[in-house]
């Protein structure tokens, strides 16, 4: 039976914040998720929160890995302070924690599964595929309560281009790249995504499958006092793209456009290579 070991990083926040509402939504639904692939994959959740933080509150089938000791803030300087993860010091803690697993999975704190998440990626993966990422579905933002769960996972959304649901192998995990790129802003997607396309086999991204879903589309990252944090990891992201290349010898031009571009200038590759 496959493994798979799925983490997120809950945070505190005020009552002003989105995740006020869509944290205890994606701890309930992963909660769900779990429970439904019980027989066909073998499911562990992991949670990991900053060290200075008070816990929050999650169903008993999370296991709490230890606490993050640093932030972004502590390697570099900006105008307002956010204690924003390193993606790399995450992973980590999974990688060594979850040392049985077939695959490892990291998800955005309010990125909430349908119920038969597992169950997919559990047949995706029996296709051969070693890393793929999985688009999020936007729903409409009126939902206010977890009661209203089933509605949410019944509406379709939109499709969304970002990226914010990650799937890879174990043992893929020590080669990545991933300086000291953070979770909350811009570029950890691309950062994770050209690893995953430099060092998988079989890769695909999953654009408009029904497997997760987000409550509405705020972007409180692209504020203007936080743009210092979206430029250091764009200059962070470039360091590891190059990195990557001086490693791997340079992408084809498609994938570079892909890893690369943005906007009408961005080409999107077939991975017929992967396939």
Avoid at 131 to 151: C, D, H, K
Avoid at 166 to 175: A, D, H, I, S, T
Wanted: charge should be negative.
């Amino acid at each position: 039976m496959i493994s798979f070991a799925h983490i997120i990083n809950p945070v505190q926040v005020d009552e002003t914040s989105d995740l006020h509402l869509a944290q205890p939504i994606t701890f309930e639904t992963l909660r769900i998720a779990r429970q439904f692939s019980e027989g066909t994959a073998d499911v562990k959740l992991y949670a990991i929160q900053d060290q200075d933080e008070a816990r929050s509150m999650l169903p008993d089938c999370f296991i709490r890995v230890p606490d993050l000791t640093r932030s972004v803030t502590d390697i570099k300087t900006f105008d307002k302070k956010r204690k924003l993860p390193l993606i790399k010091d995450i992973l980590d803690a999974l990688f060594e924690t979850a040392g049985q697993a077939d695959y490892l999975i990291y998800t955005n704190v309010d990125i909430a599964p349908q119920p038969y998440f597992y169950k997919s990626i559990s047949k995706i993966v029996a296709q051969g595929y070693d890393a793929f990422v999985i688009n999020r579905r936007t729903i409409s933002n009126r939902y206010g309560n977890m009661e209203q769960i089933p509605l949410m996972y019944a509406e379709i959304g939109e499709p969304h281009p970002g990226y914010d649901c990650f799937v890879f192998k174990r043992g893929l995990y020590p080669q990545f790249k991933l300086g000291t790129i953070c979770i909350g802003t811009a570029y950890i997607g691309r950062a994770l995504l050209a690893n995953m396309v430099a060092y998988s086999g079989k890769f695909k991204e999953f654009r408009n499958e029904h497997l997760t879903f987000h409550i509405g589309n705020s972007l409180p990252w692209l504020r203007g006092e936080y743009r210092d944090y979206f430029q250091e990891n764009l200059n962070e992201y470039l360091t590891i793209f190059s990195q990557l290349e001086s490693e791997q010898g340079a992408f084809e031009p498609v994938l570079r456009s892909y890893l690369l571009d943005t906007g009408d200038k961005r080409q999107f590759p077939s991975f017929v290579r992967f396939d």
